[in-house]
């Protein structure tokens, strides 16, 4: 797929795009994410560098050049964060992401492009992020969550939240799925970094799949999206998010529970029920260990009955 350029960027944060796509092979998610914070950034530096009383931010940043990028400076970008800090209200995560962006954007120029003299980002810190336990639903709330899928679209519904469940998916593994995806005990998922890999289905995935598939075929969709919106359009990150929202609400589980938390219960209970962490690290298609770990935490529940088996009485 052709990566299209935006026409409000810099010049060189396209040449990036294109570069993080076609020879890094970052996923679409990562190298929008990484060019819009850029965006945000010369956005910001247009109008820090040549303040204009009343002006605006400016939407148009095509006609940055490089005399321009060969003068950013450090304590440029720490103005930058602040902003974004102060005015966007980021918390680390994010400030986190936008520094990764940058230090990969002048990293690019310096080293790669070899447009600009110095890289002005190479010292630039990445803040510490507060690593916080993962939210997801106990076993009950998870088959409770299943069970309670009814209404319109019940089959392709539960079929999602099952996948979601016993599958461990990405929103965007899951939206990207076509029926030509099925291997009859597994399906193939394209992950980060466009990697393909194969994700096997447990009889609970098996059943509810070959419920919706059955409901499809009788359909006689011609699509090859695997599941589709009642206007038979690929169903979208933001509506599969909506979806599982509204059945949230409807069966009165934890409001805060979305499709990426029950990517989370999935990990969680695997690891509540034996399954190794580098087992746990391939089903969700990890490249590094360490990004798995934070599903080796321990609830409450388990601390109460670890205090409880203390040997000594009164």
């Keep these: 797929m052709e990566l299209l350029e ?33 965006y945000l950034l010369f956005q910001f530096l247009d109008y820090y560098k040549n303040p204009k009383k009343g002006a605006a931010l400016q939407e148009d940043l095509s006609y940055i050049q490089d005399e321009f990028i060969e003068e950013i400076t450090l304590n440029d970008f720490y103005a930058f964060l602040n902003y974004c800090k102060m005015e966007l209200s980021n918390k680390n995560a994010t400030t986190a992401r936008k520094v990764s962006a940058i230090r990969a954007f002048f990293k690019y120029l310096y080293r790669k492009a070899k447009v600009i003299h110095r890289d002005p980002a190479e010292e ?20 409770t969550f299943l069970d309670s899928v009814k209404g319109r679209n019940k089959e392709r519904n539960q079929c999602i939240v099952a996948l979601f469940l016993n599958c461990g998916l990405r ?16 399906i193939y998922v394209i992950g980060k970094g466009n990697k393909e890999r194969e994700v096997y289905l447990n009889a609970v995935a098996q059943n509810y799949l ?58 969680t209970l695997l690891y509540k029920n034996g399954v190794d962490i580098r087992s746990i690290q391939a089903l969700l298609g990890h490249e590094r260990l360490t990004t798995t770990q934070i599903y080796t935490h321990t609830d409450n529940e388990i601390l109460k009955d670890a205090v409880n088996t203390s040997p000594l009485t009164y």
Excluded: W
């Design 210 to 267: 070959q419920e919706y598939l059955e409901m499809r075929k009788n359909m006689k969709i011609q699509s090859k999206a695997l599941f589709l919106s009642e206007r038979k359009q690929r169903l979208s990150p933001r509506a599969i998010e909506h979806m599982i929202k509204r059945l949230i609400d409807d069966c009165g589980l934890n409001e805060k529970i979305s499709p990426h938390k029950l990517r989370h219960t999935f990990a």
């Design 124 to 143: 630039l810190e990445i803040p510490k992020i507060e690593r916080r336990l993962p939210v997801h639903l106990n076993q009950y709330e998870a088959q």
């Design 6 to 38: 935006k026409e409000l960027y810099p010049a060189r944060v396209n040449e990036f795009r294109k570069y993080l796509y076609h020879i890094q092979g970052k996923s679409n998610n990562t190298v929008e994410s990484y060019s819009y914070d850029l």
């Design 171 to 186: 929103l965007s593994e899951l939206c990207s799925l076509n029926v030509n995806s099925i291997k009859k005990d597994s």
